[in-house]
Nanobody
Framework: VQLQASGGGLVQAGGSLRLSCVASGRAVSNNGMAWFRQDAGKEREFVGGINRISSTTFYADSVKGRFTVSRDYAKNTVYLQMNSLEPEDTAVYYC?????????????????WGRGTQVTVSS
C-alpha cells in the first residue's frame, strides 16, 4: 500500500489547512485510517482517525473540536480538516492504515505509513 499525503504548508495561527491522503496499491476499505504527527525532538502522537465499523471518529484531546477526520471510500482517500491552528500543531503529519477496522492510539496498531507532510503554524 502506498499512501500519498498532501495539503501541508505554512499558515498563521488561527488559520486552517486540509490534508488529504490517497491510498493505492491494495484495497484498504476494510481498515481504519488515521493521522499521526511528529514534531522535532518529540514522540510520534495520535491525532485522529476513523474506523471502518461505523465510520466513528476519534481524536486526541489536544485537537478535539478543531480537527475533523473524514473519508471517501470511493476515492480511497482520508482527510484531515484542521481549523483554529496553533503553533503547537506544527509537525510532520502522517497518514496511516490500521491493521484492523479499529483505531488504536498507539503506533503499533498501524501497518502502513505515508511519508508525511509538513504543517507549520506561525504565531
Amino acid at each position: 500500500v502506498q499512501l500519498q499525503a498532501s495539503g501541508g504548508g505554512l499558515v498563521q495561527a488561527g488559520g486552517s489547512l486540509r490534508l488529504s491522503c490517497v491510498a493505492s496499491g491494495r484495497a484498504v476499505s476494510n481498515n481504519g485510517m488515521a493521522w499521526f504527527r511528529q514534531d522535532a525532538g518529540k514522540e510520534r502522537e495520535f491525532v485522529g482517525g476513523i474506523n471502518r465499523i461505523s465510520s466513528t471518529t476519534f481524536y486526541a484531546d489536544s485537537v478535539k473540536g478543531r480537527f475533523t477526520v473524514s473519508r471517501d471510500y470511493a476515492k480511497n482517500t482520508v482527510y484531515l480538516q484542521m481549523n483554529s491552528l496553533e503553533p503547537e500543531d506544527t509537525a510532520v503529519y502522517y497518514c496511516v492504515v490500521s491493521r484492523t477496522p479499529y483505531i488504536p492510539k498507539h503506533t503499533g496498531g498501524y501497518t502502513y505509513w505515508g511519508r508525511g507532510t509538513q504543517v507549520t503554524v506561525s504565531s
